[in-house]
């Protein structure tokens, strides 16, 4: 089950996501997922697998060894 989270924002960044998820016909909720999402890849093709404990598809947290050989099979 997806956990809520609290986030703060300044007013004119939450009027640009509300612009955005409006035209693109989402909710603000699946913008900030995708940009988290989106994040969390970049963070990980940066920073290397093998000096952080990564986030499967699934969501779970996986051991570095399992990611690595996630990874290593793609």
Known sequence: MP??????MPPA???????IAQC???TR???VREAIRRY??????NQGVMHIA???P????????KQAS????E
Not at 40 to 45: A, I, P, V
Not at 70 to 73: F, K, R, S, V
């Open 3 to 8: 956990k809520k989270i609290l986030i703060a």
């Open 40 to 45: 969390l890849d970049n963070f990980k093709r």
């Open 70 to 73: 996630y990874i290593a099979t």
């Open 24 to 26: 693109e016909h989402r």
């Open 54 to 56: 990564t986030i499967d």
């Open 29 to 31: 909720s699946d913008l």
């Open 58 to 65: 699934y969501l779970n947290v996986t051991p570095i060894e």
């Open 13 to 19: 960044m939450l009027e640009q996501c509300d612009f």
